[in-house]
């Protein structure tokens, strides 16, 4: 049994596309998704209602520049810690939990195509290893996993993203 659960909660490895992360000025993420290396230019920003929580986007885009994929963490209290994402999209008017989504477009980036929320089997997380307000820079590691929203517009996604070994290294866009 334990077995069997290991295999199904594993990242197992698909056809997702990858997209390039285009200017990464600001930072970036790092992750294995879905068993491939994952790569998105990054920022981070604090909400403009609480100072204290931060956000944190990863973007990356077709081969003519388009934009394809959004990656967000967000309700993230500003401290060194490893914080439980457990939120979901009510999250991000209640501001109560840390939460997580994914969100993929097509054409020239206007057209919206699926969408990813939390899973809530295996735990997903986010740790702050070094922050400094000074400079406005954020580092640290995440787990997150995604299942896209019923019905599946593209094809050519997967049905879960899972997020391993992730880092990121942004600036905190004011």
Not at 30 to 46: F, I, T
Not at 57 to 86: A, D
Not at 130 to 139: F, Q, S
């Amino acid at each position: 049994m334990l077995g069997l659960m290991v295999v199904n909660n594993s990242c197992q490895k698909n056809d997702m596309p990858l997209y390039l992360p285009g200017d990464m000025i600001h930072g970036s993420l790092h992750a294995c998704r879905n068993g491939d290396d994952w790569v998105a230019s990054g920022r981070a920003g604090r909400y403009p209602a609480n100072k204290k929580l931060l956000g944190i986007v990863g973007y990356t885009y077709s081969e003519e520049g388009m934009p394809r994929e959004s990656f967000h963490i967000s309700g993230i209290p500003l401290k060194k810690k490893v914080f439980e994402i457990n939120g979901n999209m009510e999250s991000l008017y209640n501001l109560d939990a840390p939460f997580a989504f994914f969100t993929t477009s097509a054409d020239d980036g206007d057209v919206a195509e699926d969408i990813y929320y939390l899973r809530k089997h295996p735990k997903s997380c986010v740790e702050i290893t070094h922050l400094d307000t000074l400079t406005n820079k954020v580092e640290g590691e995440f787990e997150v996993y995604l299942e896209v929203e019923a019905p599946k517009r593209g094809e050519q996604n997967a049905d879960k993203l899972c997020f391993k070994r992730g880092r990121f290294s942004v600036d905190i866009i004011e």
